[in-house]
């Protein structure tokens, strides 16, 4: 069945450095776009990157860009976010899907993860 792991989170200090990592098992992995998104607790889940099915291009929340990097392997069928230069506002729940029509269309193909959560301290 189709799953979503996402696992790499954990407590950093404010400028540190986290890598996420999303281990799809999904037969149509290879041939959909896969993003991360994020959510605290009582507020709604934010878009935070993208990358198109092949890994070609990418795109980031302005709040992340220049510090997070998404990458992808779909022979191992992950995805990677890659976070430097923490800040406490990066604190959160991460979680990845596939966005379906568009990044942030607000549909997704797959159930979603548990997530893993990011904590950055001041």
């Known amino acids: 069945q189709e799953q979503l792991v996402e696992s790499g989170g954990g407590l950093v200090q404010t400028g540190g450095s986290l890598t996420l990592s999303c281990v799809v098992s999904?037969?149509?992995?290879?041939?959909?776009?896969m993003a991360w998104f994020r959510q605290v607790p009582g507020e709604e889940r934010e878009f935070v990157a993208g990358?198109?099915?092949?890994?070609?291009?990418?795109t980031y929340a302005d709040s992340v860009k220049g510090r997070f990097t998404i990458s992808r392997d779909n022979d191992k069928k992950v995805v990677y976010l890659q976070m430097n230069n923490l800040k406490p506002e990066d604190t959160a729940v991460y979680y990845c899907?596939?966005?379906?029509?568009?990044?942030?269309?607000?549909?997704?193909?797959?159930?979603w993860g548990q997530g893993t959560q990011v904590t950055v301290s001041a």
């Open positions: 899907n596939a966005p379906r029509r568009g990044w942030t269309s607000g549909n997704y193909y797959y159930i």
């Open positions: 990358i198109n099915w092949n890994g070609e291009t990418t």
């Open positions: 999904a037969r149509t992995f290879t041939s959909t776009p």
